[in-house]
């Protein structure tokens, strides 16, 4: 088996990881294989090139093109690969694939760096420039910005609102079915909610989404999955990287995830506020002298 040294010099040599980081020089033909390999990290394929090719409405080139560019010899050098990369992991859900119980903190510590880092790195190469502009222009004209989601999205919305409140846009972070219904209904053409959900799937914000959208508000979903019911159910939906791991609902999601969505707030509110004018300047300034002067005087420090 090749040793891959392009791929970052093999830091890690799993093939999630060689997916993970050459995912975004892929073709689209070679990202319907991608796709599939990753879904399917840790089975055995005893398929031969040409039923996959099939299989999957591809030609035997671009799988042997794929399994290349990931660093292998060849189609059969790459099914080994994934059938080695076989794990049990009966007591932890939801973790990387890739840590292991028996790794030394200091070895942990490293792949969490690693995968990490490769997460945003992913969700960068997945930017849609057309996606990005519309959503930028919809927040910079924004006369309400909301946004929503569900457990540790919903921390991600309440950073999201904090960044844009202070930067003198009116914005709110809604984390319950009950709220997020009531202020989708009374949304108007002026406003933008932002819905946030790494599989898509939550029930809440993709109801708050579809209500939203109907009163003629702009709507923004944040997901690993744009295919999903919440990424279907926004006017503009952006993609944050997934491993393609198989994830257990109500248990918890990788922190990979969330930074990703960090990264794309971050990615939105910088895109936003240099756009926006003046304004966002002056409101930051006048922000930041109030806290200062708050917290001088009460002798504390703002968060």
């Known amino acids: 088996m090749t040793d891959a040294r392009p791929l970052s010099d093999l830091k890690q040599s799993d093939l999630l990881e060689r997916i993970q980081e050459r995912y975004g020089t892929l073709r689209k033909s070679e990202r319907i294989v991608a796709d599939f390999l990753r879904e399917n990290a840790g089975r055995r394929l005893d398929s031969s090139i040409t039923e996959l090719g099939r299989t999957l409405g591809v030609s035997e080139a671009t799988i042997s093109r794929v399994s290349r560019a990931l660093g292998y010899d060849g189609y059969s050098d790459m099914k080994l690969s994934l059938a080695e990369g076989a794990r049990a992991r009966a007591s932890f859900v939801n973790l990387p694939l890739e840590i292991e119980d028996t790794d030394s903190l200091i070895s942990t510590s490293s792949k969490l760096a690693n995968l990490l880092i490769a997460g945003v790195d992913g969700t960068q190469r997945m930017l849609d420039a057309h996606r990005l502009e519309q959503a930028v222009e919809a927040l910079r004209n924004a006369r309400k910005i909301v946004f929503v989601g569900v457990g540790g999205a919903a921390a991600i919305c309440d950073e999201a609102a904090h960044m844009f409140m202070k930067a003198g846009f009116e914005a709110t972070s809604l984390r319950d079915g009950y709220t997020q219904t009531i202020v989708a209904a009374t949304m108007t053409e002026k406003d933008v909610m932002v819905g946030i959900s790494h599989t898509g799937t939550t029930e809440t914000v993709t109801d708050a989404l579809h209500l939203a959208r109907e009163r003629k508000a702009t709507t923004i979903a944040i997901t690993s999955n744009v295919g999903s019911?919440?990424?279907?159910?926004?006017?503009?939906?952006?993609?944050?990287?997934?491993?393609?791991?198989?994830?257990?609902?109500l248990h918890g999601d990788f922190l990979e995830g969330r930074l990703s969505q960090l990264f794309l707030i971050d990615l939105l509110y910088v895109g936003t506020i240099f756009r926006a004018g003046e304004e966002p300047a002056k409101a930051l300034k006048v922000t930041g002298e109030a806290l200062e002067k708050r917290y001088r005087h009460k002798g504390g420090k703002a968060g």
């Open 229 to 249: 019911e919440v990424g279907r159910a926004a006017d503009v939906a952006l993609t944050t990287w997934s491993a393609g791991q198989q994830l257990v609902p």
